[in-house]
Antibody
Framework: QEQLVQSGAEVKKPGASVKVSCKASGYTFTDYYIHWVRQAPGQGLQWIGW????????NYSQNFQGRVSMTRETSISTAFMELSSLTSDDTAVYYCARGRGGRAPGSVWGQGSRVTVSS | QSVLTQPPSVSGAPGQRVAISCTGSRSNIGAGYDIHWYQHHPGTAPKLLIY???HRPSGIPDRFSASKSGTSASLAITGLQAEDEADYYCQSFDSSLTSVVFGGGTKLTVL
């Protein structure tokens, strides 16, 4: 069964960083991109970026340029998304999703990781 | 403000048909990039309903259909059921932003 399992909830203080993981199983990890999408309370879905799990190349939304870093560890079929300089506006549920390429997240999503930024 | 514009809400009675529009521009839908539709129940992961403008993944009932024309797209749901009550998002790619873009989302209420 193809699935993505994400790390648990995090509570961070303003100015800190958070690193969320996304472990793939049931398919060849490097055959697909991993996209990251978030939903803040009361808001819609917002695309953060993607990582090409084969080459490690990444592409980030302009909204997060300079604050986000996406990496992967192929030996454990896991992708990571690190977001720095957190503010309360970063409080959200963060999802990873598997995509065939860089233009759409696709049909397999992680369960979501709640990140709360609070002093 | 989203690059793709959706109505904030739509509603319909059980058994009825509703449609959700998604309006873009020449740098996304109008440029020929595919439209995808997601259903999102709060607290769960988004679910892919339609990919490649009109195609349903396996397991998605044919009550869900979609179309695309010019700089707009539309999702139709027939035979409304209580479990269809959710948020719906269109998604495409924008060449000006070189970015995946989502619509602002439409909340479907089944009366």
């Amino acid at each position: 069964q193809e699935q993505l399992v994400q790390s648990g909830a995090e509570v961070k203080k303003p100015g800190a960083s958070v690193k969320v993981s996304c472990k793939a199983s049931g398919y060849t990890f490097t055959d697909y991109y991993i996209h990251w999408v978030r939903q803040a309370p009361g808001q819609g879905l917002q695309w953060i970026g993607w990582i090409n799990t084969n080459s490690a190349a990444a592409n980030y939304s302009q909204n997060f340029q300079g604050r986000v870093s996406m990496t992967r560890e192929t030996s454990i079929s896991t992708a990571f998304m690190e977001l720095s300089s957190l503010t309360s506006d970063d409080t959200a549920v963060y999802y990873c999703a598997r995509g065939r390429g860089g233009r759409a997240p696709g049909s397999v999503w992680g369960q979501g990781s709640r990140v709360t930024v609070s002093s | 403000q989203s690059v793709l514009t959706q109505p904030p809400s739509v509603s319909g009675a059980p058994g009825q048909r509703v449609a959700i529009s998604c309006t873009g521009s020449r740098s996304n839908i109008g440029a020929g990039y595919d439209i995808h539709w997601y259903q999102h129940h709060p607290g769960t992961a988004p679910k892919l309903l339609i990919y490649g403008n009109t195609h349903r993944p396996s397991g998605i009932p044919d009550r869900f259909s979609a179309s695309k024309s010019g700089t707009s797209a539309s999702l139709a749901i027939t035979g409304l059921q209580a479990e269809d009550e959710a948020d719906y998002y269109c998604q495409s790619f924008d060449s000006s932003l070189t970015s995946v873009v989502f619509g602002g989302g439409t909340k479907l209420t089944v009366l």
